[in-house]
């Protein structure tokens, strides 16, 4: 579901919302409005959830500079601000989906150039997804229209797939949206068993032989993997030593190898995807052989291991609370469920909406699943705020309602979470958004038809 809404009343033009007559058609096809510019803003009256603390039942949210300037129940107004009288309606942090792809894929299928989602071959570190985006991208507008202001966007296929990028879901250039253009590497482990990924499941396992053979390719290509990791740690000590002493030989530049280097130092997390318990547990071990900062995204399984993953401190994005049972004797909520075992078990993690472009959308639905199936709604709320900014040590920009943190904000007539809950006004990076998007340009071309 998607909630459609146009701030077009004479209070919000009267609040100097202007930006909004900019039509949707008039980027060169663009269904995306450019946001307004950076100004001061009061949003007075409202109920402010602010995550990090109690809820505020009538306050003041100030927003100048792209930044949270005050939020109180007795906050001044500042003269000359646009002031947004929010009697009876909500104020939350902009919600943050930390497992999509969008951005980078506009049709799955039939239209490569449409597509970018990937690169050719196994080992890709240096693929950044910050190259791929495109900031027009239909996927975009119904996406931010219900309250996610910014994700992570990831390269998929390979091994090693490429560079995540956290971005926010407004701007007409990539260099607009990106917050940090290169957040986390991507890798994609082969799995067990069959092959997995790499080799198309049973069918390819029968092709190859026998499983001990496509387990015999697996182990080359972790092999492979761990050779990559130890030549970037080599090439990162030989820039090292080189910056240091000019008369040494100078090493040759590699592009590959460097994006690794913060991987190797664990100043970068990596992503691992993963989603049988075993398949979990070995990216873990992995992660842990090679001194990696290690990230689980899928973590269908995640649920039974929650002990391990306490232990090793490892935090995961679960991407499948909406997905049907995958075994025949699994309870029907056994996904829906996920979370709140995860919660009970210690571990740290955050929803996602499972998807990589077009159903981003229902990331704050998910959340709601989820807490109508055991989680809390105030737990619910933080997997899809605080809880990703904090696993990407983003906290300080993104998550909460609080002085000095980025004015990523969402305002609504009802609780974010539900569906029929409408998007009223939206803030990304302190400017007001419009909330056209390509449902609302559908719906004004064919409301009126017979």
């Known amino acids: 579901m998607t909630r459609m809404h146009r701030a077009t009343t004479a209070t919000a033009l009267a609040a100097g919302l202007t930006l909004l007559a900019a039509p949707a058609q008039g980027q060169l096809g663009s269904y995306n409005p450019p946001p307004g510019p950076q100004k001061t803003f009061a949003i007075t009256n409202a109920r402010i ?31 000359g601000a646009d002031v947004i009288n929010g009697a009876g309606l909500r104020v939350y942090p902009g919600m943050m989906d930390a497992g999509t792809s969008i951005g980078l894929s506009e049709i799955g299928q039939g239209a490569n150039a449409t597509v970018d989602i990937s690169e050719t071959g196994s080992f890709n570190p240096n693929a950044m997804a910050y190259y791929g985006l495109n900031p027009h991208s239909a996927h975009i507008g119904v996406t931010r229209v219900v309250g996610i202001t910014h994700v992570i966007t990831r390269p998929t296929g390979g091994i090693l797939s490429g560079q995540a990028a956290l971005v926010n879901l407004a701007g007409s250039t990539a260099p607009q949206m990106a917050v940090v253009r290169t957040l986390a590497s991507v890798i994609e482990l082969p799995r067990t068993g069959f092959g997995g990924r790499g080799f198309g499941g049973f069918l390819a396992a029968q092709n190859a032989g026998s499983t001990q053979d496509v387990n015999r390719t697996r182990q080359r ?20 030593a080189y910056a240091k002493d000019k008369s040494l030989p100078r090493p040759k530049p590699d592009v590959v190898l460097a994006s690794l280097v913060p991987v190797v130092r ?10 049988r318990a075993t398949d979990i547990k070995e990216a873990v071990g ?4 090679n001194k990696l900062r290690p990230i689980i995204v899928g973590a269908r399984d995640a649920w039974q291991i929650t002990s391990f993953l306490k232990d090793h401190d490892v935090p995961v994005l679960i991407t499948s609370v909406m997905d049907l049972p995958t075994r025949e004797d699994d309870p029907y909520d056994v996904n829906y469920s996920a979370p709140a075992k995860l919660a009970q078990g210690g571990v740290r993690f955050a929803i996602t909406s499972g998807d990589a472009g077009a159903e981003t959308r229902n990331l704050p639905y998910t959340a709601g699943m989820a807490a109508a199936f055991g989680l809390s709604k105030d737990d ?26 980025i004015a990523n904000l969402v305002v609504t ?8 809950t409408t998007t009223k006004y939206l803030f990304i990076d302190g400017r007001l958004v419009p909330l056209e998007s390509k449902h609302t340009d559908l719906n004004d071309k064919f409301k009126d038809r017979p």
């Not at 992995?286 to 052989?289: L, Q």
């Not at 709320?381 to 998550?399: C, E, H, R, Y």
Request: glycine residues 12%; negative net charge.
């Open 221 to 240: 290509q972790l092999d492979s993997l761990r050779t990559m990791l130890r030549d970037a740690e080599a090439y990162g000590k030989a820039m090292d």
């Open 413 to 420: 007539d009802g609780d974010v979470l539900e569906a029929k």
């Open 266 to 275: 664990g100043q970068m997390p990596v992503l691992m995807v993963a989603d």
């Open 49 to 79: 959830v602010p995550v990090s603390g109690p809820e505020i039942a009538s306050g003041t949210i100030v927003i100048s500079g792209g930044k949270i300037q005050s939020v109180g129940a007795s906050v001044a107004v500042p003269s």
């Open 380 to 405: 619910a709320l933080k997997s899809v705020t605080l809880w990703p900014a904090q696993i990407f040590g983003v906290a300080d920009k993104f998550g909460t309602i609080e002085p000095g943190k």
């Open 286 to 289: 992995f992660a842990e052989e």
